[in-house]
């Protein structure tokens, strides 16, 4: 069964289309720019089948084209499954191997499961498609994780709610509980920027500044900036002295599809 566009909202079309509008219009499933603007997108499956349940799951909850999904929870120690929460956010938007071309031009893309209606494929013109491509793109300058409720930065619970660090040992572990910052009753804050060896631990649980031969913290003694003191050490330890030649820009691979 195929489900043809509603002209419904043919009347919502307009003439300079920002990155809003195709943001809105992904997420309500409607068609955003062009002589079909306001209408839905054909989708291909069995609609409205019998036994699909309308109802969402625990601790879910969809309102007008946002979901929210909070049934996850996972233990501190459990760091694999952590790892396997993290690949599933960080996932692509689109397999390709799921977006076909149709005979009459169209662009269609299958679902990993079927919808809780039916729907097992959406159907997209090739400027539509763009639109939706375009909807992924981040605005410029616009931090793409925040914190709401008692976990918002400016938020007087954070604290309270949000455990500190424990300094453990010395090197880069040290510097960062120098230099968190003395707060009210005497809890400490973050530093307002990490260290990179820091953000390395905190965000991927690995020690760089470990040495693998006695085990203990690297120190940073000097910073060599010259070029000619450069060259001498690593001409020294027989290392290359020049930087490899920078390689032309090229244009990344592109799905080949006819339009």
């Known amino acids: 069964m195929i489900q043809a566009a509603s002209p419904k909202y043919a009347s919502a079309a307009i003439p300079n289309p920002a990155p809003g509008l195709f943001q809105a219009a992904s997420i309500q499933g409607l068609v955003a720019q062009g002589p079909d603007a306001g209408a839905r997108l054909v989708r291909v499956g069995r609609l409205g089948a019998s036994g699909a349940s309308s109802a969402p799951s625990p601790l879910c909850a969809e309102v007008d084209g946002f979901s929210l999904h909070a049934a996850v929870r996972i233990s501190e120690p459990d ?19 799921r977006l076909t071309l149709t005979r009459r031009g169209r662009v269609r893309y299958e679902f990993r499961r079927p919808w809780r209606d039916g729907t097992t494929h959406v159907e997209f013109e090739p400027l539509v498609f763009l639109e939706r491509l375009a ?21 007087t619970w954070r604290d309270d709610v949000v455990p500190m660090p424990v300094s453990r040992g010395e090197g880069t572990r040290a510097k960062s509980a120098a230099g968190r910052e003395q707060g009210s009753g005497g809890s400490t804050r973050p530093p307002h920027r990490y260290l990179w060896a820091e953000l390395m631990r905190r965000v991927f649980d690995v020690e760089v500044l470990l040495c693998g031969v006695c085990h203990s913290l690297r120190r940073l003694i000097a910073v060599i900036t010259q070029r000619n003191v450069i060259v001498k050490i690593l001409a020294h330890l ?16 592109q799905l080949e599809l006819a339009f």
């Open 238 to 253: 027989e290392l290359e002295t020049d930087p490899p030649p920078m390689q032309p820009a090229r244009a990344p691979p």
């Open 79 to 97: 760091r694999e499954r952590l790892e396997h929460l993290c690949r599933y956010i960080a996932r692509p938007p689109l397999a390709a191997e």
């Open 135 to 155: 909807a992924l793109v981040p605005p410029p300058r616009v931090h793409l994780q925040t914190y709401h409720g008692v976990l918002a930065p400016g938020s």
